[in-house]
Nanobody, 123 residues
Framework: QVQLVESGGGLVQPGDSLRLSCTTS????????MGWFRQAPVKAREFVSA????????YYADSVKWRFTISRDNAKNTLYLQMNDLTPGDTGVYYC????????????????WGQGIQVTVSS
């Protein structure tokens, strides 16, 4: 029923930019706060960014603040993550998330996950 599909990942060099998209179906998009998590090899999944439902208030991990911009288009049921000035530390699998709770900085409140998409930053 519920499906979240990420796109826009790939292999880039340090300093490059990528724009991730998360298209959703099977849920009332406007009723969910949305977010992005990422997981590097042999590391735990970590919070990257989140955005509230209607007011569209953004939240960012300190490691990506000023470089990443989260946005959503409720008319298109789509979540975005613009990633600028990428570094090797940004490498990992990026997951789109739909929250079922109000605390954005933990996986505990995530109701639905995308399948993940690889982002590799390497020279």
């Amino acid at each position: 029923q519920v499906q979240l599909v990420e796109s826009g990942g790939g292999l880039v060099q340090p300093g490059d930019s990528l724009r991730l998209s998360c298209t959703t179906s099977g849920l009332t998009f406007n009723t969910y706060a949305m977010g992005w998590f990422r997981q590097a090899p042999v590391k735990a999944r970590e919070f990257v960014s989140a955005i509230s439902r209607v007011n569209q208030t953004p939240y960012y991990a300190d490691s990506v603040k000023w470089r990443f911009t989260i946005s959503r288009d409720n008319a298109k049921n789509t979540l975005y993550l613009q990633m600028n000035d990428l570094t090797p530390g940004d490498t990992g699998v990026y997951y789109c998330a739909a929250y079922s709770g109000s605390y954005y900085f933990t996986e505990t409140t995530v109701g639905y996950w995308g399948q993940g998409i690889q982002v590799t930053v390497s020279s």
